[in-house]
């Protein structure tokens, strides 16, 4: 069964602290991707990569950096968490197909408090 | 740039009755579209796709969506509602080059007994 894990479904963490959110895939995918989620605006890209140590912007990066040191694994990094970042965050991988038959995977999700 | 438009951010059905979920989009290249379905507190799971093989695509769980292009529509419909279906459900349209997804901003189905 095809998988993309993140490391933690919930967490708190206080203002000004630096915040690492992991995602692995086991699907040897190209791809990925990190989304945040917030009711009534859906899901917005914050920043993907298509291959290791490459990384691009997306639509709200600012805040936001990523390290793709491994194929398998991206990780997503606020700098300085503020409370305007408290969220759900999403990760998801998919295979290099140009969009056409390129299923994105996603995790469970982790939610993100930051007081 | 792509964009996608879902229309209310609540549907309400009975069990049994048909959902209709509506989705419009803007895209000025042949879309690669998507419908996921989201159940609380999970991630997102896909329901089905459209990559311009046929225009009526059918999902899982008894879905199907339907592409039009003089509409610029895609909208997911299932004959009969279950209780089961009660989930959060988003329309995605695809970047053709790095497949990343812009997203609507998501449709609640409510199902009533």
């Known amino acids: 069964d095809v998988k993309v894990t993140q490391s933690s479904r919930y967490l708190v963490k206080r203002t000004g602290e630096k915040v690492f959110l992991e995602c692995v895939q086991d699907m040897d995918h190209e791809n990925m991707f990190w989304y945040r989620q917030d009711p009534g605006l859906g899901l917005r890209l914050i920043y993907f990569s298509y291959d290791v140590k490459m990384k691009e912007k997306g639509d709200i990066p600012e805040g936001y950096s990523v390290s793709r040191e491994k194929k398998e694994r991206f990780s997503l990094i606020l700098e300085s968490a503020s409370t305007n970042q408290t969220s759900m965050y999403l990760c998801a991988s998919s295979s290099l197909g140009q969009g056409m038959n390129t299923e994105a995977f996603f995790g469970q999700g982790t939610r993100l408090t930051v007081v | 740039a792509q964009s996608v438009t879902q229309l209310g951010s609540h549907v309400s059905v009975s069990e049994g009755a048909l959902v209709l979920l509506r989705c419009n989009y803007s895209s000025s290249v042949p879309p690669y579209l998507f419908w996921y379905v989201q159940y609380p507190n999970q991630g997102l799971q896909l329901l089905l796709k459209y990559t311009s093989a046929a225009t009526l695509v059918k999902g899982i769980n008894g879905f199907e969506a339907e592409f039009k292009k003089s509409e610029t529509s895609f909208h997911l419909t299932k004959p009969s509602a279950h209780m089961s279906d009660a989930a959060e459900y988003f329309c995605?349209?695809?970047?053709?080059?790095?497949?990343?997804?812009?997203f609507g901003k998501g449709t609640m189905l409510l199902v009533s007994p």
């Open positions: 995605a349209v695809s970047d053709r080059r790095y497949s990343t997804l812009t």
